[in-house]
């Protein structure tokens, strides 16, 4: 195993748990509110959420195949958060600016690696190793029911890219227990992000047949995503999500989309997850 996977696993590891609202759940304003006790930052009650989703997704970035996949859930925080939105489109994240009506922090995303030899298509490019992405978000409430949200972060191990992810969500409560929302979603990226997953140098050209691709930063892709959620019972959550994105721009003019992929790329998935509370 690999140093750069040890690392992207190990910096996962810490973004989940740390997370102080995690993309899986939403809490009533009558549920159990952060205890009052100070003797020390991690006194009061606490809740850790563990979980699965099952999800169909293409089988790389730009690919016209899809394939099932499945990935655990972990979060960890304080019951009571301010926090009146979370999307599963979210990537893990760390608030340390809180106004009510805007939010701000770290936030980091786990990047899976792209093996060559795993698809037909692929043969003769260079693998993409596992890495992270690593930067801040900030979010904002125009208004009492929808949420802006702006994602920065930086590559590590898998590219050396800078990518930004906006989204704008409407959200309203069906019932006491089921919420829906939805909005639009769009990626921007620096070069060094799609040379390493749609670029094609002389050499991969020469050994997969595609052809050569160089491209530039800009646009990645427009979309739109939304989910339902239901709060089962006091402890259970279960969602539904679905996303669909057009590839634009340096990604939707790359060789390997062109000639063997789709621009057209969606997610579709459900989730359930189980909240342990606890106090310290």
């Known amino acids: 195993m690999s140093i750069r996977l040890v690392s992207a696993l190990a910096s996962a590891i810490v973004l989940s748990v740390s997370t102080t609202a995690f993309a899986d759940e939403y809490y009533s304003d ?156 769009a990626t921007v990226a620096t070069k060094d992000y799609f040379r390493e997953y749609y670029g094609v140098n002389a050499s991969e050209s020469a050994a997969s047949g595609l052809k050569q691709y160089s491209p530039g930063g800009g646009l990645n892709s427009l979309g739109i995503g939304g989910q339902i959620t239901w709060q089962t019972t006091d402890k259970i959550t279960t969602s539904a999500f679905a996303e669909y994105n057009r590839l634009m721009g340096p990604a939707a003019d790359s060789s390997l989309v062109k000639e063997r992929g789709s621009p057209n790329q969606a997610t579709f998935g459900l989730q359930a997850t189980y909240r342990f509370d606890f106090s310290l």
């Open 30 to 185: 009558n549920q159990t509110q952060a205890s009052s006790r100070d003797d020390h930052w991690w006194s009061g009650d606490w809740y850790i959420t563990l979980g699965a989703k099952g999800f169909v997704a293409p089988n790389y970035e730009g690919a016209t195949d899809y394939k099932l996949r499945a990935a655990p859930v972990i979060s960890m925080g304080r019951p009571g958060s301010s926090l009146k939105f979370s999307s599963l489109n979210d990537n893990a994240s760390i608030g340390f600016i809180d106004t009510g009506v805007f939010r701000a922090g770290v936030t980091g995303k786990l990047i899976t690696g792209r093996d060559s030899s795993d698809y037909d298509e692929l043969k003769g490019l260079n693998d993409v190793d596992w890495g992270v992405e690593l930067g801040g978000f900030a979010e904002f409430y125009p208004t009492e029911n929808v949420r802006g949200r702006v994602e920065v972060r930086r590559g590590i191990g898998a590219h050396d890219g800078v990518v930004a992810d906006f989204a704008i969500d409407a959200f309203t409560n069906l019932t006491d227990t089921v919420r829906v929302s939805a909005g639009p979603r």
